[in-house]
C-alpha cells in the first residue's frame, strides 16, 4: 500500500522558513517524478515543484516561477523522505501543500498537471502572515 505522509506545515511570519517533509512507503521514489503541490482556499491545486527520479548527484529538480529561487526540493533517507524547503516566505505562499509521485520520469519539468500523479499525501497547512 502506498502512503505518503506530509508534515512540517506551521504558522510563520513572512520572510520566514519551514521545511515540510514527505514520508514515503509502499513505493520505490527512484523510479517517480516527485511532486509538491499546494492549494489555496478557493483556488486550483497548483504545481510547486518536482524532483527526477534517479541517482544523480545533484538532483534534477523543477521549480514554478513564483517560488523559484526560494523553496528547494531534495531526497533523504534512501529517498523515503522527500523535503521542500521554503524560504523568505510570503504571505500569498499560504495553503495546504501536498506531495505527489507520479509513475516514471518528470520530462524535464512538464509533468506540472496533478491529474498525472497517481499518489498523494493528505496535506500539510501552511500559513503565512504579514
Known amino acids: 500500500q502506498v502512503q505518503l505522509v506530509e508534515s512540517g506545515g506551521g504558522s510563520v511570519q513572512g520572510g520566514g522558513s519551514l521545511r515540510l517533509s514527505c514520508a514515503v512507503s509502499?513505493?520505490?521514489?527512484?523510479?517517480?517524478?516527485m511532486g509538491w503541490f499546494r492549494q489555496a482556499p478557493g483556488k486550483e491545486r497548483e504545481w510547486v515543484g518536482a524532483?527526477?527520479?534517479?541517482?544523480?548527484?545533484?538532483?534534477?529538480?523543477y521549480y514554478a516561477d513564483s517560488v523559484k529561487g526560494r523553496f528547494a526540493i531534495s531526497q533523504a533517507n534512501a529517498k523515503t523522505t522527500l523535503y521542500l524547503q521554503m524560504n523568505s516566505l510570503k504571505p500569498e505562499d499560504t495553503a495546504m501543500y501536498y506531495c505527489?509521485?507520479?509513475?516514471?520520469?518528470?520530462?524535464?519539468?512538464?509533468?506540472?498537471?496533478?491529474?498525472?500523479?497517481?499518489?498523494w499525501g493528505q496535506g500539510t497547512q501552511v500559513t503565512v502572515s504579514s
Open positions: 524532483l527526477e527520479p534517479g541517482y544523480t548527484t545533484p538532483a534534477v529538480t
Open positions: 505527489a509521485a507520479a509513475v516514471g520520469t518528470c520530462y524535464m519539468g512538464t509533468r506540472r498537471s496533478q491529474y498525472e500523479y497517481k499518489y
Open positions: 509502499g513505493y520505490s521514489s527512484s523510479n517517480a517524478c
